[in-house]
C-alpha cells in the first residue's frame, strides 16, 4: 500500500510498500528462486490477510498457496531498490523464447514510445525452434503508416534481442469480451492461422 506522504511517482507507478504485518516476495515462476531488486517475477506473499483456499477447491488451494503458506498470485511484479513494487504483467501472458522469459507488457510500454503508435499488445506464438517468440500486434496514430521492419529496426536499437518482435501485425482494433477486456487467446488463434504456425503450436513444449 502507498502512503499520503508518498512521491507522486510511488503513488501513481506502483502499489507500495509491504503492509504491517505481511510478507512479501518476488519469485522466479518457472523455478521458484527468490530474485532481487528490478528482477520481475511473480509476487507472493504470507501474512494474517492470506485467505485459508478456495471453498470446497482443495485442489485450486494447494495451486495458489503452497506448503510455506505463500500465496502465489500469478501476477508479475518487480521490487525497486526503494522496497516498492511495480506490477509489470501476468504469470499466464509470460512468453518463454528458448528459456528466456520475456513479459509481453515491459515491450507493450516500450512500444508505446513508437512514434506511430496509439495502441499495442503483445503476445507469445509458437515456434518450432524457440518454442514462443514475440508478436506485436500495433494499432496505428491516426495518418501514421509503418512497416514491420520499422518497427523491428526501432526495438534492435533500444532493446534486448529476446525482446524484440518476430512478427509485427498493423490491426484496427483487438478482440474483446463483453466487458472491454482484450482476449489475448483469440490474438494468439488469429496469428497462429493468419502466419501459418499450425505445425509449431503442434508441437508440446515443456
Not at 512479501?24 to 523455478?31: F, S
Request: with cysteine; hydrophobic share 35%; glycine share 10%.
Amino acid at each position: 500500500m502507498s502512503k499520503t506522504t508518498d512521491t507522486l511517482e510511488q503513488r501513481v507507478a506502483t502499489v507500495g510498500l509491504p503492509i504491517f504485518g505481511v510478507e512479501c516476495k518476488i519469485i522466479d515462476p518457472e523455478t521458484g528462486v527468490e530474485l532481487g531488486d528490478d528482477e520481475p517475477g511473480e509476487f507472493c506473499s504470507r501474512g494474517y490477510n492470506t485467505m485459508k483456499g478456495y471453498y470446497k477447491m482443495p485442489e485450486a488451494t494447494a495451486a495458489t498457496i503452497d506448503a510455506d503458506g505463500w500465496l502465489h498470485s500469478g501476477d508479475i511484479l518487480l521490487r525497486q531498490p526503494d522496497g516498492y513494487f511495480r506490477v509489470t504483467g501476468r504469470v499466464k501472458d509470460m512468453i518463454i523464447r528458448g528459456g528466456e522469459n520475456v513479459y509481453p507488457k515491459e515491450i507493450e510500454d516500450f512500444l508505446y514510445t513508437f512514434p506511430k503508435t496509439k495502441d499495442v499488445q503483445v503476445i507469445g506464438v509458437p515456434d518450432k525452434v524457440y518454442g514462443e517468440v514475440v508478436l506485436a500486434e500495433i494499432i496505428l496514430a491516426d495518418g501514421e503508416t509503418a512497416t514491420e521492419e520499422e518497427v523491428k529496426d526501432f526495438c534492435r536499437a533500444r532493446i534486448a534481442k529476446e525482446k524484440v518482435p518476430e512478427y509485427v501485425r498493423f490491426v484496427e482494433g483487438f478482440p474483446m469480451n463483453e466487458a472491454g477486456k482484450i482476449q489475448k487467446y483469440k490474438m494468439r488463434e488469429e496469428a497462429v492461422e493468419l502466419l501459418g504456425l499450425q505445425d509449431a503450436a503442434s508441437i508440446e513444449t515443456a
